[in-house]
């Protein structure tokens, strides 16, 4: 884990029977739980979102 100005980021990975599925946690404000691509997401929300959500 790494905190940076309140900017909280962590990833790792959950095992879950036969998959590897893997986790990311950033930013300080409201919780938001987002499930899909992790190659996806990450150009689609800016640094101001993940800054005012978790």
Do not use: K
Request: aromatic share 12%; proline share 6%; net charge positive.
């Amino acid at each position: 884990m790494s905190m940076n100005d309140g900017y909280i980021s962590e990833s790792g990975h959950l095992r879950s029977g036969p998959f590897d599925l893997g986790y990311r946690i950033e930013g300080s404000g409201s919780p938001v739980l987002v499930i899909g691509s992790a190659r996806y997401y990450p150009r689609t929300f800016s640094q101001s979102l993940r800054r005012e959500l978790r």
